[in-house]
């Protein structure tokens, strides 16, 4: 298969997929039908034309392609198992004081449990339900790991850094330096905010956290009313009209079957994006409107005359890093002055620093872990629950070292992402000021990233803006910053 038919076919099978997401999740549609889809495109990711793309993975285009297709591949060759772990939890319930809970509802549950007895025992039998799909997890990967070895990695593990360019061996070496670096700062936070709710250390576990950072106490400085108005207004500091952007949809009918969290669609980029979102309000639902914003802005803003490969394909780190710089906005003093009006931001500040820091120990570890796991699954269990419980400082079910896992190393490129982030948002107060999301000017030089796709990833855009690469320091400097809060 030529090159090109490729990457048409692969465009066309990627706007199919992503309508019918957008369809089911939008409450539009009741049921999802994803397997006829891949039916029609089967002829994609053969092993044959895995290996045919495999072999021209030459230049950036080549590479992003072969990346597509061989994770596709892969996916499809064990999706009877992936759909059968998750048909199995959709229907799975237990039983709560008389009534039968789905499975699905036990982590708001857990979060919003105020008596810590409680939400260990609503925790235990979550964790009893998400074990009884492990012998499949574990099928799942040995399936994966075999086939990536067939097709001539030497891992699965190599294969994902080499197809992906996450550059592991660096990556791993930064995200040690950051438990390092963050370890003396993070645990007296732990210990405090844990205190706060009434949790003493010896006892805390993962559920715990789950409540602290469900962050109750501060729902009111988060309005439902002014979620919206948030965005527009944000978006119109940057000189971008939202309601003009006729390839941008912002969704926020109420529909029943719509689905509770904020979501971007890309079906045809730059043609057709859609942003939606059923308005709660708190912190977690505004964090998440703009993290799925700035995907929407990054999407729409796309060069139309790049090819298929540069603006879906590439670095996902990048358009991940776009999302966090709208995500962590709610964690600006300035930000929660102009447009929410709020005066005392500090404890809010200090909290949502401490959750950032805590969210970041998570996937280093994850990240360490990740790559032992997909080295020796036996005994992943244990180091599992060693390496996640001593960094993180709370009890670690052990029932969940498998589900608790990303797909081809996504935790490498939220990481990627995350360091990203911060040297964007650095090079933004640097050149418009602290207030650069008020600033039409720093709005123009996003757009003039956004316009780029993912072709370059972020240590090239890093070098663009004058560092000499990824640089850890700063999302550090940030992570310690939470004492002097
Ligand atoms: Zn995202």
Redesign the pocket.
Known sequence: MIIEEFEKEAETFHQEVYREYYLVEAGLKEELNITPIYERYAHLFTEEVVKEMLGMAQDRRGRYLAEFATLEYLENLVKGLTEKISNAMRQATVEWEGQEVPYHNLIPLISNEPDMARRHRLDELQREVTASGNPEREQRFRKVHEKARDLGFESYIALCDQLRGLKLPWLTKQMQFLLDETKEVYSPHLEEFLSGIGVPMEEAARCDILHLFRGRGFDALFPEEAMIPALTNTLAGMGINLAQQENLELDTEPRPLKSPRAFCASIRIPEEVKLVIKPRGGPDDYSSLL?EAG?AEHFVNIDPDLTFAFKRLGDISV??GY?FLFHYLPLNHYWLHRVLGIEDVDPWIRFALFRKLFFLRRYSSKLLYEQELHTELEGAEKRYVSLLGDNLGVAIGAEDYLDDVDDAFYCAQYLRAWTFEVQLRRFLENHFGAEWFASQKAGEYLISLWRRGQELNCEELAIDMGYDGLDIQYLVEELVSVQSG
């Open positions: 993290h995907h358009t991940e999302a």
